[in-house]
């Protein structure tokens, strides 16, 4: 019992996140949203390491949400090729890109996954913070429903992995992290905003 209401958890964090993801595609399409090239890029290589060193630490349910999130990456920065903006490699992402390889080959050298995991959020959380401190600034640049729908989904997948295990917990909870911290963001900024437009 316990394993089905833990497998029907993941089912719907990977569920949410397509439908998180749908938004922000539609509106790239539609040219409304231009993607940073080079951040998409590495976001996919990241979500990528993140999903095949969580299938190598033993992963069950939660990776609905993982993977959905690498699929849905991967396909933004597809979008982006043609729609969006920038280009592909600054020498701040080159550095980026080196990390990821260093995670993978501490990985490889020592079997242990959690090394190139650990380095994957990292990496993330510092882009993370960037994409916190812009929602707070520009919350009208942002879609909510995108990030409200990959906070609940996160909140899903930290649940499904059904076990106080450090490693299968760490990149679910700091998505989680990072999402709220993002929603939070965007409620302030247009708390602010609004209270300017009063004022003024």
Excluded at 32 to 39: D, G, N, V, W
Excluded at 52 to 60: D, N, P, R
Excluded at 66 to 75: E, K, L, P, R
Excluded at 89 to 112: E, F, I, K, P
Aim: charged share 10%; with cysteine; hydrophobic share 55%.
């Amino acid at each position: 019992m316990q394993y089905s209401v833990l497998a029907l958890a993941g089912l719907l964090s990977g569920a949410l996140s397509v439908l998180a993801f749908l938004p922000y595609i539609r509106d790239t399409l539609r040219g409304r949203t231009r993607p940073e090239r080079a951040s998409w890029l590495i976001w996919s290589v990241l979500s990528s390491t993140a999903f095949f060193s969580l299938i190598h630490e033993g992963a069950t349910s939660s990776l609905w949400f993982v993977g959905v999130q690498a699929a849905g990456t991967i396909c933004v920065f597809l979008l982006s090729i043609k729609r969006g903006v920038g280009g592909f490699m600054r020498t701040s992402d080159r550095w980026v890109l080196c990390a990821a390889a260093l995670g993978l080959a501490l990985w490889y050298v020592t079997d242990n996954a959690a090394y190139a995991l650990a380095i994957t959020i990292v990496i993330s959380a510092l882009g993370g913070a960037v994409t916190v401190v812009k929602a707070f600034r520009s919350p009208g640049t942002e879609t909510f429903s995108t990030w409200l729908a990959f906070l609940m989904s996160s909140a899903l997948a930290v649940y499904s992995v059904g076990q106080l295990d450090p490693v299968l917990l760490a990149y679910p909870m700091y998505l989680a992290t990072l999402y709220t911290a993002i929603v939070v963001a965007m409620l302030t900024g247009r708390a602010k905003t609004r209270r300017i437009a009063a004022a003024a």
